[in-house]
């Protein structure tokens, strides 16, 4: 049971270590250097044949997992591509945090939140096509494989963990509302150490269902540019280990960050497209810095979720308007999809460990400059009119006394999420 | 803390719509009227495999949607917004809305909007993916029930989808109440939506995890030695959760006192089956009680999530007896002999066991299992409970568990 009273919201709770894996690499050296350099991992792909798909373009990862890993996990060739995706993340982020796994029970208490849209659903594909088309090459037992809970139940296995284990699939805000609820389990002191995140890969649902909608670029995605076009697909997995601050510190490890507050929200207005006044991404951002006891004044920059769709820049511009007020024209703006494209249900997820690693690196990564290098087709819309936010684009942008900044999640169904993440500057609470 | 109230419940199954169906159908603990035969006419499923389900159907809904709402949806999305707008109808919001737009939604789903998911599938894998239709994607995605719920009922807090097998519908009920709790949100629906496609309904019998029995009528044996399998099921169950004191303030009346909740994990099971975590379940389940100021020797009454399946009413009742180490084991009753294997038929029957409704015996059950050494309900009086412990475990090894009191 989870006991948020006032003295539960008052303890801190630190990211104490981080995992990702990306369009960069297996990985988060390999993230933070492809994000550091600005340059787009939004390529075409091979997960699967794309010919006959309205786009071709995604940020998929590199197949070969780092050595050893696969021998390292018993059941690595069940798993889905998301699962081991998340696994490897985990195990990252584990051993970043100077923690023991596997894990005893209930010693220290380990619980696992996970976001995911669509789990192990390219897995599924093929296991459809065959079930089909020729019943003997499917294998029902795969489809043990194929769950949306897949990737959190994996780490968990894996892990030992006999804490709380719970997947979000809210669409694009799963990550983010996994960090949120975990943060609440470890401030209530249900349990000791979280691994919260998300993950999710290329498969061909989401990829024919977003274009359906016409919301993917046929380039590389140029999110809060007039010239956005839509998103871009990406695919990976994220995790951050989260514990007590004073946990941490008691065992000599060094915090990378403070996950400070999380707040949610839902638009209430359409399935598809967001709310055009912000208003309930708005709602989000301020139930986050509420949670986190700052004002807006205390945000030096923002990780947008800026997937590049007309309508979700837009709205999303709105709200950091009404959050922000003037200063929102000043505030820079750091664009993580338009390098490693949009990983949907953990986009939260790999979107809190940039912001992370740009507070502790103490500067912001960059998108992609210039001009867009093919100009709109005949019939195509003209340029929207442009946000007038600081986007920070092309080089890194130093920011070494950044105190706190603001990761948001805006998904499909109107569910919204906004993080509030505290740099680590050595005081103990 | 506040403490939560269940002051609507809404719910939709084989057994009709609304509180008092379900209610008449647990007294009954008969299944057989309500099975319907499942098409098997595409050769999915096995020869001599199960032949039934437990359908809700979309078609007697019109009182709760509108058609011109109704043709914007999935079949889980229809279910989901009916359930909550009963939900709310019975917690005396006439408008069907929430009193407060603040409100959360949470809505637990094991396997999402199915026959849109298959749809979509063979357009873009048989079709082409230019033959996409942009209405069942759209529809396709789990929140989907969620976002409807919230735009329809005008419920503006936040809005997530559990995704956790089994074990998916104490987590959002138990995530719903912590919003409340925490003042994260006034108030909160939350409970959840699945449906049965003849896809599914095949798959799932081919896995061997479906009840049947050869030359009668398909039967869940909950807890009995003879148990094969689940009933396949499909509906949704909504509770509106509040606040005591804003319930007290607007003459809200209560089923259920939420007292408790949590959940932990088996990392023994398989990725499809139950494992041998009996013991740290066991205590897992005490800790929650003990943080929670319920001693176990308080609950006395049990509503297991037990559906027949091996495995899974193997590890309920080893993790139970492990939790009632030291206590007489209270009447256990298992309702998924009677409303089949999906979550929200568990939930509804959990709340009504706590608000003092009459259950038959458990349907199916005739033979204990020696290796169990759990009996569940035999349908004898009993008196109102004080203290009920709902706890529903899932394969691949999520766990979860509620504590509802008495109103």
Redesign the interface.
Known sequence: ?????AAGRACRVAVSGVGAVSGFGWGVVPLWEGLRAGRSAIRPFQRFDSA???THLAAEVAAEPPAGLARACR?WR?LSQADRFALCAALEAVAGAGLAA?FA??DPTVG?WFG??T?GMFE??EF??A??TD?RRAR??A???Q????PG?AI????????????????CASGA?ALG?AL?AVRSG?VDVALAGGADSLC??T???????RSVDEGACRPFRADRAGMSFGEGAAVLVLEPLARVLARGAEPLAVLAGAG?????????APDPSGS?AA?AVA?ALCDAGLPPSAIDFVNAHGTGTPLNDTAEWAALQQVFGERAERLPLTLTKALVGHLLGSAGAIEAVATVLCLRHGELHPAPGGARPVPPAEGEAAELPPLPASLVLDRPLPLPAARAAVSTSL?????N?ALVFARWAGQAA | ?SEVLVTGLGTVGAYGCGGDSLRRALAAADPAPLLAAVDRSAG?HRAGGARSALLAGTGHLAAWLAPGEAR?MSPPSKLAVAAARMALDCAGFADRRCGD?AA??VVA?AF?PSSY??A???????E???A???FL????????P???I??LC????????????EAGVL?AV??GA?DV??G?APAALAGAVDEMTPLLHA?LD??AALAHVADTVDIARPFDRRRSGFLAAEGATVLFLEDAESAAARGGRALARVL????????T????GWGT?QA??G??IV??LT??GIAVGDVDRVVAGASGARGGDRLEALTLREVFAHHPLPPVLAPKGTVGEYGGGFLGAAVLAAAGSRFGPTAGFAEEDPDLGVAPYDGSPLPRPSTVLATSFAA???ASWLVLGAP
């Open positions: 049971m989870t006991n948020e009273t006959l798909h309205r059941e069940r596997p029970d209930a696992v995911s849209s789990g599924s594909e459809f096509r079930f089909v019943r029902v037992g489809l043990a494989a769950q949306v809970n897949g139940d968990a296995r894996h892990l030992g963990v006999t804490g709380p284990v719970a997947t979000v699939s809210s669409a509302l609820a609440a249900e061909q649902l990829y024919a269902g977003f274009n359906a909608l949610a929200s839902c638009d209430a207005h359409h399935m598809t309930g709602a139930a998904a499909f169904g109107g569910s999420a | 803390m999915y914007r737009e959360s939604v789903t999402g998911s298959e979509l599938l063979r357009q873009i894998l048989f082409g993916p230019e996409t239709s942009p994607f759209t529809e396709s995605v789990a929140n989907a969620a976002a409807q919230a735009i005008r419920a503006r807090g936040p809005s997530v989808t559990v995704c956790q097998r987590l138990g995530q912590a709790a925490a994260r798959l081919r896995f408790a909740w949590g959940s932990a994990f088996d990392p099971a398989p990725q499809a975590g740290f379940l205590r897992a800790r929650g943080r929670a691949g090894g999520a």
